[in-house]
Every structure is written in C-alpha cells, then in structure tokens.
C-alpha cells in the first residue's frame, strides 16, 4: 500500500513535514506523494488534521493517479 493525497488536502503542509522519507512536495499549488519514495508507514494520514485527504491505495492502482 502507498498513500495518495487527495482534493480534500488544504495545503496546510502537516504531511511532509513529517514524513520520514521526505517523499511529500508541495508542485503546482497542491502537495503530491511521490510513490517511489511512499513506504506506506501512514505517518502522513496520522498528522493530517483533515479526514479523507490522505488515503490508502494499492501500489499498482497509482499508475492511474498523479504521483
């Protein structure tokens, strides 16, 4: 499993400030997982204050999501 963020993300920047692979950017206006780096620990989804903007995906059903 990786995580993906979502268009309920307000940008507040939480996710990658803690993430311990430093695998969250903030491109273009919004932040982006890089699922390479996503190690799936959910670090991101415990420190985000707003529910659903962070989710669980099968790795191989990213291909389809912007990374």
Do not use: N, R, W
């Not at 919004?30 to 390479?36: A, D, W």
């Not at 190690?39 to 989804?45: E, S």
């Amino acid at each position: 499993m990786i995580y993906v963020i979502t268009e309920k993300c307000i940008e507040c920047g939480c996710c990658g400030l803690y993430c311990k692979q430093h695998g969250i950017s903030f491109v273009d206006d919004s932040y982006i997982i890089h699922k390479e780096l996503c190690d799936g620990c959910g670090t991101c989804v415990e420190y985000c204050p707003i529910d659903d903007a962070i989710v669980a995906v099968h790795a191989q059903d990213s291909q389809s999501l912007k990374s």
